[in-house]
């Protein structure tokens, strides 16, 4: 445990403190795009935070290789070889799209591409485990194609969750502290040797997300951009494919007696790696089939941008910036350590089940807790965050008349990208008019 922990510490210490030059070096570079009618934020921010984040993953790396007993995952395994040429591939896709702003298509070509040279050096599904049925064994363009099914969604589902200050990092780095303590127990507690590279995937992927944090969280200093959302996608896949088929029950030593249904669960175990993927990746999967739906439904392309993703509907309907990335955490834990939990303790699996329902029911009350907000009385009122005061008549209707007659806030001039966009180098620039959070920017 102390050399993933050192693993960790020190990919996080090298991504936090690249984070600050990349940062000016993107602004040098003029990776400061626009701000476009779907952004939250409201003034340019350079991206390509990706660059720290990826050299922080090869610190990880060149760490790990030489400590005594991580040294043994890269002499057993070709997997973290493999890892790094697939990330090298995705990292260099994406600082591409961040400064030149590549097509679609070009991107998800680049991302099968990233995945078939992880596939070419051996970190693939090699078979499944079926509940009631077993093991199922998969040649190799099954495994093929369903591993870059698996890389390509994963991506792609935690860059449409990249749209707030602080999201898709701390997301999923909460699925990762989820998947480590899964395989770390599956690794060190039954002594299965093949659950190690996984475990260090996980660790050194806390690292970089931890050590970008710092520079994302609202407001953010600079975005990761594609080039680290892309990248985080595919270290997060990677450590689910690495497990995913290589838990022998015989090494378990798990009751297999009774009924198939006794079996089954009991086998819980084993079936967590076809289960934690999807926990992982849950919300942002969930948003990114709404988003297809929802533009196929209205004659749009599935790739077209717009404000109808989940962090976008939070907004809207009056959380904060901060209280809807902490939202979103919230439902990233419950569902990510939910399954982690039911899986070590299966045989009490009612009590998880009653508590992630009870904290679903938590979950639902924040989320509705705007529409519940409280309005103090007129002699209290200096007492409160303004907030909580009540408007009086002539500041509603100054408000209501700045809007246009169809009832559409007027459109804001966009600031186009330079050094006075940056509040490390110039001064801050502001939109003359500060609308309320989701609304068109």
Known sequence: MREYLLTLCITAAVTYLLTGPVRKFAIVAGAMPEIRARDVHREPTPRLGGIAMFFGLCAGLLIADHLTNLNRVFESSNEPRAL????????????????????????????????????????????????????????????????????????????????????????VCIAAAAFFLYAYRIWYGYGIEEAAPATLFAAILMGM??????????????????????????????AAISITGQVDPDALKLNLGGSTRDATHAMLPVFIPLVMP?????????????????????????????????????????????RAVLIMYFWSALIAFGAVAYSVHSASGMWVVLTIVALSFVGLVLLLLPRFTPH???????????????????????????EDPDGE???????PAGVNGATAIGARSRFSDRRKAGSSR
Request: glycine share 10%; aromatic share 6%; hydrophobic share 50%.
């Open 84 to 171: 790094l040429s697939g990330a090298a591939l995705i990292w260099l896709i994406g600082v591409l799209d961040d400064k030149f702003e590549i097509d679609a298509l070009i991107k998800l070509g680049g991302q099968m591409i990233a995945a078939g040279v992880m596939v070419m050096q051996g970190l693939t599904i090699l078979w499944l485990p079926i509940p009631g049925v077993g093991q199922v064994s998969l040649t190799q363009w099954q495994g093929t194609l369903l591993t870059v099914a698996l890389v390509v969604i994963t991506i792609n589902a935690v860059n449409f969750v990249d749209g707030l200050d602080g999201l898709a990092a701390g997301m």
């Open 209 to 238: 997300c931890l050590g970008f944090l710092p520079h994302n969280m609202h407001p953010a200093r600079i975005f990761m951009g594609d080039s680290g959302s892309m990248l985080i996608g595919l270290v997060l896949a990677a």
């Open 278 to 322: 999807l926990t992982i990746i849950a919300i942002p999967f969930a948003d990114l089939v709404l988003a297809i739906v929802r533009r196929t439904w209205n004659g749009q392309s599935p790739f077209a941008a717009d404000r109808g993703h989940l962090h976008h509907r939070l907004l809207e309907i009056g959380h904060s910036h901060s």
């Open 376 to 402: 103090t009385p007129r002699w209290a009122e200096h007492l409160v965050p303004p907030r909580y005061r009540r408007r009086s008549k002539a500041v509603t209707e100054a408000t209501e008349a700045q």
């Open 409 to 415: 806030e007027p459109e804001r001039t966009p600031i």
